[in-house]
């Protein structure tokens, strides 16, 4: 058999270069830390770190606009129970809002695709402590990124807002508003629910959403946990803000497909801060503006009259 050397020898050489580059990569990994594997100027990318013990991974979606040295606002947005990151990024559309506003938004990964927030999750039994988590990440992304610390937004929808509530009572001081979507908080928890300042609360929930019940109690899912009414954890909301208990309610945009939003703010709020819930009455258990990501006998009616997301945009960049 004829055997061509030269272009066997130039093949191992290319070979060995990308084997020494692949190396390269995984010590700068370890060296790090594990937690980043390159920080474009703009992009999405993966990232992972052991965070108290476990391996914890998260999506991050950098605006093109971004500059280092360059304040931007945050978000972290927590998928529901059996969830992803990548789900949430095509749930929320988050992304392209985030391009026109500026801000940079974090996907984290919850273990076993659940969150402890006291509502009976796979997290809640392996007894993890997703505050202590949150509070990690949020050093890790500010040592990393150019932060803005006045515009801090954390959002999540259904066990990821189970979550988002419970991190309102205990990270006050490191995020400035909250915005759960389809969850309300469990009130095993609630009783320490003690935030340190003024904190901005924006919900969204449909009155007709089959899994976590607009009047609270029991979550309709295998094993759920109980959890607080809306109308009482708005009512909590405000108080813990020293908001007017009165609330100023409106229509927003018009009806469409059986479903109307209401408007409900609570006014005077101590620092400024905004409380405001968006009653959706004919919605279901899904993500306002987003798609309807299961058939409707099963999560209810998803509604594009409002849009969270955009919501969200105009909230932690509010010049945009």
Request: glycine content about 12%; aromatic content about 8%.
């Amino acid at each position: 058999m004829n055997i061509p050397v030269a272009g066997s020898r130039s093949r191992f050489r290319k070979g060995r270069r990308w084997l020494i580059a692949c190396l390269l990569v995984i010590v700068a990994v370890v060296l790090t830390g594990g937690y980043w594997l390159w920080v474009p100027a703009s992009g999405d990318l993966a990232q992972s770190a052991v965070i108290d013990g476990r391996s914890r991974q998260w999506l991050v979606h950098v605006p093109a606009g971004y500059r280092a040295g360059h304040a931007v606002p945050l978000v972290i947005a927590f998928h529901g129970h059996y969830s992803s990151p990548e789900k949430m990024v095509h749930l929320t559309g988050l992304d392209p809002v985030a391009d026109r506003s500026g801000f940079i938004v974090v996907y984290p990964q919850g273990i076993d695709r659940s969150w402890a927030a006291g509502v009976g999750s796979e997290a809640d039994k392996a007894g993890v402590d997703d505050v202590s988590f949150t509070r990690t990440l949020l050093d890790r992304l500010q040592a990393q990124y150019s932060i803005d610390p006045r515009h801090v937004v954390l959002t999540g929808f259904s066990n990821g807002a189970h979550l988002v509530q419970w991190l309102g009572c205990r990270l006050a001081d490191r995020v400035t508003a909250i915005v759960p979507v389809s969850g309300t908080p469990a009130p095993s928890l609630m009783a320490g629910c003690h935030p340190t300042r003024p904190l901005g609360v924006i919900e969204f929930h449909g009155k007709s959403d089959p899994i976590d019940p607009f009047e609270g109690g029991r979550i309709h899912v295998p094993g759920g946990g109980e959890v607080l009414p809306v109308p009482l954890t708005m009512g909590d909301w405000a108080a813990a803000n020293h908001c007017s208990a009165t609330s100023r309610d409106a229509a927003v945009g018009a009806p469409d497909d059986g479903i109307e939003v209401i408007r409900r703010d609570y006014p005077d709020c101590e620092g400024g801060v905004q409380v405001t819930l968006y009653e959706v009455a004919g919605g279901g258990h899904t993500w306002p503006g987003g798609p309807q990501y299961l058939p409707r006998f099963l999560v209810g009616k998803a509604t594009h009259v409002v849009d969270a997301s955009d919501i969200i945009g105009q909230l932690v960049s509010p010049g945009q």
